[in-house]
């Protein structure tokens, strides 16, 4: 017999998260989902809350689940939390973690354009994370999203900031191309990630359709 499938996530509160658990519960997926804070959990889903990610709290509850799916990461810095803390140390901690509890797969959200080259410290943080999951010896797929709209998503929410105050910040000369990609995409994506083995050990850029420069999308995006 088939074991039904039981999927962690992490970061259970944010965007990404919010969809793809609300995707999954309609599927009648297992799940147990972590945050820092409190939040409505769905009929198959065990909640936890968890400020750090202690092993103590942890470890039992997730223990040989099929796979899981590491939503937490910072695009912002703070005095008290920064890109290497929270994208790749806390990034090694779950791969730890998801060892000892017999993880069979972990997925990973990484970014486009994430190379040794990279000497922005976003996507330096995010290269280093990528290594201790290629290294982990877990089943993996890192993808390399492009910014990834929905309701409420954080680009549109900048954007709409933005046009508010009736200026438009577009970074560098805006003729760079972008590939934003449906967070309706996106979790499908995932969700067929854990389940077929083609995606295992991959890295894989998570982009849509059309490549669209800043300026046009900001323009497109205004009206
Ligand atoms: N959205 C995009 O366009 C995009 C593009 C490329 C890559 N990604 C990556 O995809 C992942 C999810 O993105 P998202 O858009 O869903 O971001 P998000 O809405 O900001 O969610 C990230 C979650 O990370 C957790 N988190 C943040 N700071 C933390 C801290 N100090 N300690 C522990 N947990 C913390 C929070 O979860 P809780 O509140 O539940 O604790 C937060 O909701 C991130 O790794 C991001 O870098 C996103």
Known sequence: MVKPLKIVVTGASGFIAKNLRKYLSEKNIELISISRNNFKNFKYETKI???????????????????????????????????????????????????????KKIIFLSGLGVSPNTSSGYFISKYNAEKQIIDSGLDFTVFRPSYIVGKDDL??????????SGEII???????????????????????????????????????????????????FSK
Do not use: C, W
């Open 155 to 164: 680009f549109s929410k900048n954007l709409k900031k933005q046009i508010k």
């Open 49 to 103: 809350i968890s400020k750090n990610y202690k092993e103590k709290n942890l470890l039992k509850k997730i223990q040989n689940s099929s796979a899981l799916i590491h939503l937490v990461g910072i695009g912002k810095q703070s005095v008290n939390t920064d890109y290497d803390m929270i994208n790749t140390e806390l990034t090694k901690h779950i791969v730890n973690l998801s060892k000892k509890a017999r993880i």
């Open 170 to 220: 577009i970074p560098g000369s805006g003729f760079y191309s972008i590939q934003p990609i449906h967070v309706s995409d996106v979790v499908k994506v995932i969700f067929e990630s854990v389940l077929q083995s083609k995606f295992n050990n991959k890295i894989i850029d998570l982009v849509g359709p059309d490549y669209v420069t800043f300026e046009k999308y900001v323009k497109l």
